[in-house]
DNA sequence: GAGGGCGTAGTACCCGGGTATTACGGTGGC
DNA sequence: GCCACCGTAATACCCGGGTACTACGCCCTC
């Protein structure tokens, strides 16, 4: 039997994760906390398996609620809960020592397969998040394997011309099709053109990601 | 509708995969490879969604034949799959570039989900993984919290609400308005006036130029 | 000299982005 | 109690961005 406490500010949430907790036969709700401060002190009291974290309370926060509870030595594992999955949040969630980072609109089953996994002590990150991860860190995961490639460039921009590369450019410098024209003695048709052909090379879906791809790999220094 | 390719030597493991995804009514089997090269060589000729990947198989591996697709520039998401959850295959596989790893045993609601979220560009790791991956890497993930850090920042964002500051944030991450409708739960018409009020404030001309401005204030890491 | 990659350019079309304006409920300050 | 601000939302409208397709001249390579 897996107990949970349940943290969060709205009365609303806090019942439709109760309902659908016990309504699981290996799981109970032991109680409730209104905010970070409430959520430490219960923890401490009642010793939970598993919290489930809002980020956003009045008063003391959920990141910072979480670092108290990990920081007391417990065994109790925190499951971070928010309607956004920004990264600061994540980053400073797992940081925290959270077990676990999942967004409110995921499927139920999601949830409960989230509070199983961390209880046993394993660990869940949300996909949306977990990509974000990756990208920023997967090439410094250890090295089961050789064959690395130490990217002379960016490979998301090798198959781009000198060209194509000089309007990904000043892209990046937020000049309109109409401002590249002008500046670079073109015509605007011969502009979108050179703009789509960057889109569909890079994978973006629309300039805007094109000029985020143009920072990311300092195409475009900030 | 998602298109898959699976790549096993086992055919006993590949009639139950394309069992379970034929069953879905969004998901499609395109074809089967039995070795890591015919899967290099039917996705280049299929360009599938997704590759679901076994980890061994004769001749080429499945790590190596995860890298060659993904070198490929293709856009075709590769998801491991293996029997044991041993860290270097794992670790092989994210850094070869795949959107997820997961273990045969998982339930086939996960398998499901993994499927759907690696298609969508998100990626998933499966629990006991990412246990170990944050225990390793969760002091390297970049530091701050919205919560405390109130941004003694930019003047430039100084005069956007907290709202507004999350709408730039998200903007900043390449999301179009309906996504961010979709992801905030908000109508496309508010998330308009806010990007308008966004735009104004900031004195961007437009979105291209508030993503700029996003990243030069570091309110968007790169 | 045939072919291929590249830079240039045009046209037609569609859709998402952005503006302008209005409105309404909640909250906090005075 | 009233007002200001915020977050939400709708409507109508315009225009720039992006796609699809075609085309042509230049240069290089086989």
């Keep these: 039997m897996t107990t949970v406490l349940i943290a969060d500010d709205q009365p609303l949430q806090r019942l439709g994760f109760r309902m659908l907790l016990e309504s699981q036969d290996d799981m109970t709700v032991l109680t409730e906390a209104v905010n970070g401060s ?53 980053y400073a969630g797992l940081r925290a020592g959270a077990s676990g980072f999942l967004v409110k609109d995921a499927q ?16 869940v990150v949300a996909p949306s998040l977990t990509r974000r991860l990756l990208d920023a860190y997967a090439h410094h995961l250890p090295s089961g394997t050789p064959a690395d490639a130490p990217e002379a460039a960016d490979p998301r921009l090798a198959s781009l011309t000198e060209r194509e590369r000089e309007i990904l450019t000043v892209m990046g410098m937020g000049w309109t099709n109409t401002e590249i024209a002008e500046r670079l003695h073109l015509a605007e048709s011969t502009v979108k053109t050179h703009v789509s052909r960057v889109l569909a090379k890079t994978g973006s879906r629309d300039r805007v990601q094109a000029v985020i791809l143009a920072y990311d790999t300092k195409l475009v220094k900030p």
């Design 38 to 90: 409430e959520a430490v002190r219960l923890t401490a009291e009642l010793h939970p398996d598993v919290v489930l974290m809002d980020v956003r309370m009045p008063g003391l926060d959920g990141i910072e609620a979480t670092r108290r509870i990990i920081a007391s030595g417990d065994r109790t594992r925190v499951l971070i809960l928010t309607t956004f999955d920004l990264d600061e949040y994540a």
């Design 108 to 123: 139920p089953e999601e949830l409960l397969a989230g509070i199983r996994a961390v209880s046993t002590g394993d660990a």
